[in-house]
C-alpha cells in the first residue's frame, strides 16, 4: 500500500531536546500522508529522548532511534543518512513542528517540480510566545535579512537550510554528507548547486520554527551565523553577496550615528528611528500584534547588531589577520590541497 512505502526519510539530529522532540513527533504522527520513516540521532544527550521515541513507536510512527557520542550535528546528520532507507531525504531541525499536510503538498510539488534539492520557509505557529514570533519576524523579514531565509522575494539566490531541506539519493551519493562547521547547510547546498544538481524553493510548504526562546540566545546564534559567513567566503569566493554585508554596514553605521548625534546634532539618529519605524509598521500589519510589533524592534535590533558583529569580527580575524582559520583551513584553501 502506498501508506507503507517509504519515500521519504526524515532527519533529525538532537541534543538534549526532549520536549522539542515530543512536539515534532506529535506533528509527523499527525500526517496525512505516511510514506516516510523517522530517524532521530541522539547526540550525546545527557538528557536522552528514547522514551519519547518509544512512546511514539507504538503509536504507529515509523521511527528509529539511535544513539552516538556527541560529536556535532553534521556528523549526526550523516551518521542518519547511512542508516536511511528511504528514496529522498528530508532534514528538520528538533524545534520546529511540521503542519499535517507536510508530506501530501511535498508529493504534489515533486511531481510538477521535481527538483533533486528543495527547501521550503519556516513561519511561526500559533502557539508560540511573542517574543519566538517577534524573532521569526526578524529573521524572514525583507526589511532584516533581504529574504534569505526562504520568502518569496530575496536578495540572493535561494539556498535551503537544514530547517526545512531535502535531496535526492543521487544527490547524497554524488555530493556526500554534512561538513562539521557553523553554517554547514549553506555550504551543503552550494556543494549540490556546484556539483550540477537542480535546487529549489517551494514557498507554500513551510515549517513551524521555535528558535531561540529569548533574545540572549538569539544574540549567540545570529553572532555564530555573522562569524560563519566569512568561512563560507572563504571556501567559495563568489558566494558572498551585497545582503552579507547589510548587517555590517547597519553596524558601524549606528555606532556612526550615535558618534555624530553625541557630538553634533541628535537629528543624526533620525534615520535609525525611521528605520525602526518600518519595523515595527510592517511588523504590526504582518502579525496583527501591538505587542510582537514592538518586540519586533529589538529582535530585529539583535537581528542586524548580532549577525553583523559576528562577521566583523570574523572578516578581521580570517581575512585581514589570516587567523583563526579552521574548517580544514577552510578545506586547504578550496582545493589548494
Given at each position: 500500500?502506498?501508506e507503507n512505502r517509504t519515500t521519504y526519510s526524515v532527519i ?61 550535528r553534521s556528523i549526526a546528520r550523516n551518521y542518519g543518512l ?256
Amino acid at each position: 500500500m502506498e501508506e507503507n512505502r517509504t519515500t521519504y526519510s526524515v532527519i533529525v539530529p538532537v541534543y538534549n531536546r526532549a520536549a522539542e522532540v515530543e512536539e515534532l513527533l506529535g506533528s509527523l504522527l499527525r500526517q496525512t500522508a505516511r510514506n516516510f520513516e523517522v530517524i532521530i540521532v541522539e547526540d550525546g544527550s545527557t538528557e536522552p529522548c528514547r522514551d519519547v521515541v518509544d512512546k511514539y513507536a507504538g503509536k504507529g510512527l515509523n521511527v528509529r532511534y539511535f544513539f552516538k557520542e556527541n560529536e556535532g550535528r553534521s556528523i549526526a546528520r550523516n551518521y542518519g543518512l547511512e542508516r536511511a532507507k528511504g528514496d529522498y531525504f528530508v532534514f528538520f531541525d528538533s524545534d520546529c513542528v511540521i503542519p499535517a499536510d507536510y508530506f501530501s503538498k511535498l508529493e504534489k510539488m515533486r511531481s510538477t517540480h521535481p527538483y533533486d534539492a528543495y527547501g521550503g520557509p519556516d513561519a511561526a505557529d500559533s502557539s508560540f510566545s511573542t517574543t519566538q514570533k517577534a524573532i521569526n519576524f526578524a529573521m524572514t523579514s525583507f526589511l532584516t535579512t533581504g529574504g534569505i531565509r526562504g520568502g518569496r522575494v530575496s536578495l540572493e539566490k535561494f539556498t535551503p537550510r537544514t530547517f526545512n531541506m531535502g535531496y535526492s539519493r543521487e544527490v547524497y551519493g554524488k555530493v556526500g554528507g554534512f561538513r562539521e562547521m557553523f553554517s554547514e547547510d549553506i555550504d551543503m547546498s552550494t556543494r549540490i548547486r556546484l556539483a550540477g544538481f537542480s535546487i529549489g524553493l517551494y514557498p507554500n510548504l513551510p515549517v513551524y520554527h521555535k528558535r531561540r526562546v529569548d533574545f540572549k540566545k538569539f544574540f549567540r546564534q545570529v553572532y555564530v551565523f555573522g562569524m560563519s559567513r566569512i568561512t563560507l567566503k572563504l571556501l567559495y569566493p563568489d558566494s558572498m553577496k551585497l545582503v552579507h554585508w547589510l548587517p555590517a554596514v547597519f553596524v558601524i553605521g549606528v555606532l556612526a550615528m550615535v558618534i555624530l548625534a553625541i557630538f553634533v546634532s541628535p537629528w543624526w539618529l533620525a534615520p535609525l528611528a525611521l528605520y525602526l519605524f518600518m519595523i515595527w509598521q510592517t511588523a504590526l500589519v504582518a502579525t496583527s500584534s501591538p505587542v510582537i510589533a514592538f518586540k519586533a524592534i529589538p529582535a530585529s535590533l539583535i537581528q542586524l547588531g548580532g549577525y553583523g558583529c559576528g562577521f566583523l569580527k570574523a572578516y578581521f580575524q580570517k581575512i585581514i589577520c589570516r587567523r583563526g582559520r579552521n574548517v580544514a583551513e577552510e578545506i586547504a584553501m578550496r582545493k589548494g590541497k
